[in-house]
């Protein structure tokens, strides 16, 4: 079970922090994503960090604004997000996978673990 929270309402220019906890004593071996979806926009790949927190990778949209972690002693992975865009209002999904199902880790259709989502809002 994966449980997003740290939404909320910035101004652009501002920061963020999302975490997203989970249950199950097999986190470390788990790949670990973040998608997000706009209104009336699919949902969109944004960062994955493999099981050890060794490799990450980031959609182009947000490379070098945000970060990605995770802490495995405490079953959470984070989402730093600076310099926020008002395009960057979404709702932002976590998602788990197991690592060696994980080819690319960009698409929905690997992770079969999903939180419910974080309302991101930035206003201009």
């Known amino acids: 079970q994966l449980q997003a929270s740290g939404g909320g309402l910035v101004e652009a220019g501002g920061s963020l922090r999302l975490s997203c906890a989970a249950s199950?004593?097999?986190?470390?071996?788990?790949?670990m994503g973040w998608f997000r979806q706009a209104p009336e926009k699919e949902r969109e790949f944004v960062a994955r960090?493999?099981?050890?927190?060794?490799?990450?990778y980031y959609a182009g949209s947000v490379k070098g604004r945000f970060t990605i972690s995770r802490d495995n002693a405490k079953n959470t992975v984070y989402l730093q997000m600076n310099s926020l865009k008002p395009e960057d209002t979404a709702v932002y999904y976590c998602a788990a996978a197991e690592y060696s199902t994980v080819a690319v880790g960009t698409r929905e259709y690997e992770y079969p673990y999903w939180g419910q989502g974080t309302l991101v809002t930035v206003s201009s």
């Open positions: 199950g004593r097999t986190f470390s071996s788990y790949t």
């Open positions: 960090i493999s099981w050890s927190g060794g490799r990450t």
